[in-house]
């Protein structure tokens, strides 16, 4: 019952062309360490289902994505994605584009193995004209009030970055808005979970057990990464690194500007990248965001 | 007597975001950006103090936040609200959101996903259609626009409907539509409101100084006068020590270009 890998040993598991949920929202909670090492790996030809943030233009960069499942990519304190955005306007990204809402219920059908959660999110917009694979269906009762079909957003894989795990797979969630982590875990064939702090087995008390938001039947791994979000936001442990996302977008309007960013934050180890970073003490006095 | 109070448009625009959210009744109030959020916190902190609102992260707050640095302000939280009861909300209905949108139209229909170029190879990516679809046709609706032109309130359809709008052929059979409603546009140069017949856009008020072929000129499509259109209503004395104290670094200070008086200066 020891579920414990390296995030190597985690992106040993992916395959090309696999599709693959990551946690978080925008800047907030994403399994970098994990992302990193996909960038650091061959594999290409990936479905990304995400609540983009910097993550996803990364691994855009890095030629990583064929498609895009998604609601939109924002760094919130910098509004736009710089690598998203040109991968979208380059035209090389296949994208489903959808309200956050029908997002979430894609998920949830996935967890609950329906093929899909009618709602009324995405009717009447372009959503529905640039996905036409999108069908409706009409109330079986008296209303007859026709709504959106989402279809179940099924995930080969979900990665996750929580604040505490234990080496059962047991997870602690304590950042002030677990987003919806829970769903990309039951929406997921496996799902690896990277933590700031991991302990052999938990002990809790019924305050702290409140934190525990999906059962570790769903979790395959769990990847021992301090500060393994960083440069996004993992209260109540760091704030984003503000600086290291505005030298990461800077990046992307500079010539050879991808590829300067990879050799000074990819191409190490993650012992090398906190470093580079200031270390764990210094990312972990990161301030919480002002919102 | 009323004593005279200086201002400047933001915080002429401020006090007209704020009436979008007047007898709203018991829902929660959010205004995204600076403006539109101080807006929703002085409809809170003056005629209507049942409005919830949030933090802007994940609690419910019985007194809005100061923008910016809190320095030893202490949030006063009353509730929870993570994303995920945030959507609850939506889908219940009692919420009034105001946002700004890249694109309007005539409609009401908004934009946040991309301008020009094909849908596959968009001119310009902006941050994706968000929660745009499903707040439209789930609850009340404004917005907000810091720079009133023709590119912002366009001629045709918005290029990506994300929010929905009073267009008709949009409507498919046996959608419900009495679900949703869009309630105000707060201009630079204007209030604009969808009363006119078929929820047609008209120009409700005139910032001072702003007449209404100058707002026609700027915008894309044609635009009915209000009955009794006259001037926005000013800030009083008291709305700006409430703005003031929401707003202790002046953030609304950098919102419009060049942060012009609330009264133009006489060309």
Same mark, same amino acid.
């Given at each position: 019952?020891?579920k414990?890998? *390296?995030?190597?040993?985690v992106?040993?598991r992916?395959?090309?062309?696999?599709?693959?949920?990551?946690?978080?929202?925008?800047?907030?909670?994403?399994?970098?360490?994990?992302?990193?090492?996909?960038? $650091?790996?061959?594999?290409?030809?990936?479905?990304?289902?995400?609540?983009?943030?910097?993550?996803?233009?990364m691994?855009?960069?890095?030629?990583?994505?064929?498609?895009?499942?998604?609601?939109?990519?924002?760094m919130?304190?910098?509004?736009?994605?710089?690598?998203?955005?040109?991968?979208?306007?380059?035209?090389?990204?296949?994208?489903?584009?959808?309200?956050?809402?029908?997002?979430?219920?894609?998920? $949830?059908?996935?967890?609950? $193995?329906?093929?899909?959660l009618?709602? $009324?999110?995405?009717?009447?917009?372009?959503?529905?004209k640039?996905?036409?694979?999108?069908?409706?269906?009409? *109330?079986?009762?008296?209303?007859?009030?026709?709504?959106?079909a989402?279809?179940?957003?099924k995930?080969?894989?979900?990665l996750?970055?929580?604040?505490?795990?234990?080496?059962?797979?047991?997870?602690?969630?304590?950042?002030?808005?677990?987003?919806?982590?829970?769903?990309?875990?039951?929406?997921?064939?496996?799902?690896?979970? *990277?933590?700031?702090?991991?302990?052999?087995?938990?002990?809790?008390?019924?305050?702290?057990?409140?934190?525990?938001?999906?059962?570790?039947?769903?979790?395959?791994?769990?990847?021992?990464?301090?500060?393994?979000?960083?440069?996004?936001?993992?209260?109540?442990?760091?704030?984003?690194?503000?600086?290291?996302?505005k030298?990461?977008?800077?990046?992307?309007?500079?010539?050879?500007?991808?590829?300067?960013?990879?050799?000074?934050?990819?191409?190490?180890?993650?012992?090398?990248?906190?470093?580079?970073?200031?270390?764990?003490?210094?990312?972990?006095?990161?301030?919480?965001?002002i919102? | 007597?009323?004593?005279?109070?200086?201002?400047?448009?933001?915080?002429?625009?401020?006090? +007209?975001?704020?009436?979008?959210?007047?007898?709203?009744?018991?829902?929660? +109030?959010?205004?995204?950006?600076v403006?539109?959020?101080?807006?929703?916190?002085?409809? %809170?902190l003056?005629?209507?103090?049942?409005?919830?609102?949030?933090?802007?992260?994940?609690?419910? !707050?019985?007194?809005?936040?100061?923008?910016?640095?809190?320095?030893?302000?202490?949030?006063?939280?009353?509730?929870?609200?993570?994303?995920?009861?945030?959507?609850?909300? !939506?889908?219940?209905?009692?919420?009034?959101?105001m946002?700004? @949108?890249?694109?309007?139209? #005539?409609?009401?229909?908004?934009?946040?996903?991309?301008?020009?170029?094909?849908? %596959? %190879?968009? %001119?310009? +990516?902006?941050?994706?259609?968000?929660?745009?679809p499903?707040?439209?046709?789930?609850h009340?609706?404004?917005?907000?626009?810091?720079?009133?032109?023709? #590119? +912002?309130?366009?001629?045709?359809?918005?290029?990506? !409907?994300?929010g929905?709008?009073?267009?008709?052929? #949009?409507?498919?059979?046996?959608v419900?539509?009495d679900?949703?409603?869009?309630?105000?546009?707060?201009t630079?140069?204007? !209030?604009?409101?969808?009363?006119? @017949?078929?929820?047609?856009?008209?120009?409700?008020?005139?910032?001072?100084?702003?007449?209404?072929?100058?707002?026609?000129?700027?915008?894309?499509? @044609?635009?009915?006068?209000?009955?009794?259109?006259?001037?926005?209503?000013?800030p009083?004395?008291?709305?700006?020590?409430?703005?003031?104290?929401?707003?202790?670094?002046?953030? #609304?200070?950098?919102?419009?270009?060049?942060?012009?008086?609330?009264?133009?200066?006489?060309?």
């Amino acid at each position: 019952m020891n579920k414990q890998l *390296s995030a190597t040993e985690v992106v040993a598991r992916l395959r090309d062309g696999m599709t693959i949920g990551i946690g978080g929202w925008g800047p907030r909670r994403k399994p970098m360490a994990i992302v990193r090492e996909i960038l $650091r790996s061959n594999l290409k030809d990936l479905t990304i289902v995400a609540y983009g943030g910097p993550e996803v233009g990364m691994l855009c960069a890095a030629g990583k994505v064929r498609k895009l499942i998604f609601g939109f990519a924002t760094m919130d304190p910098i509004p736009l994605e710089p690598y998203f955005r040109k991968a979208r306007e380059a035209g090389t990204l296949e994208v489903f584009e959808v309200d956050e809402g029908m997002f979430e219920w894609g998920l $949830r059908a996935a967890g609950m $193995r329906m093929p899909f959660l009618p709602t $009324r999110c995405g009717l009447a917009t372009d959503v529905v004209k640039h996905n036409p694979h999108l069908k409706t269906i009409q *109330s079986p009762y008296a209303d007859g009030e026709v709504l959106l079909a989402m279809p179940a957003l099924k995930l080969d894989v979900a990665l996750i970055h929580v604040n505490e795990a234990d080496k059962l797979g047991n997870t602690l969630i304590t950042s002030a808005d677990p987003l919806f982590d829970n769903l990309f875990a039951r929406a997921a064939d496996a799902c690896y979970v *990277s933590a700031e702090r991991v302990v052999d087995k938990f002990a809790l008390d019924t305050h702290a057990v409140r934190f525990n938001l999906f059962e570790r039947y769903l979790v395959t791994g769990v990847v021992h990464a301090p500060c393994g979000a960083h440069p996004t936001y993992c209260g109540p442990d760091y704030g984003w690194d503000l600086a290291h996302l505005k030298k990461y977008n800077a990046s992307a309007s500079e010539e050879s500007g991808w590829a300067n960013y990879v050799k000074e934050f990819v191409a190490c180890t993650e012992t090398e990248y906190l470093a580079k970073n200031g270390g764990a003490e210094t990312i972990g006095k990161l301030p919480m965001p002002i919102f | 007597m009323s004593q005279h109070v200086e201002f400047t448009l933001a915080e002429l625009m401020i006090v +007209a975001a704020s009436e979008a959210w007047r007898g709203n009744g018991e829902i929660l +109030a959010s205004g995204i950006g600076v403006i539109p959020r101080i807006g929703a916190s002085l409809a %809170k902190l003056t005629h209507s103090p049942e409005l919830l609102m949030t933090d802007s992260e994940a609690f419910l !707050v019985s007194e809005p936040i100061p923008l910016g640095p809190r320095g030893d302000y202490v949030p006063k939280y009353e509730g929870y609200m993570g994303f995920d009861r945030v959507f609850e909300c !939506v889908w219940g209905g009692l919420r009034h959101a105001m946002i700004g @949108p890249t694109q309007i139209d #005539r409609w009401g229909q908004s934009n946040l996903s991309v301008v020009g170029g094909d849908y %596959k %190879k968009p %001119k310009v +990516a902006m941050l994706g259609v968000r929660g745009l679809p499903g707040n439209s046709i789930n609850h009340i609706n404004s917005f907000f626009v810091p720079n009133h032109n023709s #590119r +912002a309130l366009v001629a045709g359809e918005v290029d990506m !409907v994300s929010g929905v709008g009073f267009k008709k052929e #949009r409507w498919e059979k046996g959608v419900r539509r009495d679900l949703m409603d869009i309630r105000r546009i707060i201009t630079n140069l204007c !209030v604009l409101d969808f009363e006119g @017949p078929d929820r047609a856009c008209r120009v409700r008020s005139l910032h001072p100084g702003v007449g209404f072929e100058e707002v026609q000129d700027n915008t894309g499509f @044609p635009l009915l006068k209000a009955d009794n259109l006259g001037e926005t209503t000013h800030p009083t004395a008291e709305q700006m020590a409430v703005i003031a104290k929401m707003d202790p670094h002046n953030l #609304r200070g950098a919102q419009l270009k060049g942060n012009p008086p609330g009264i133009r200066p006489a060309a």
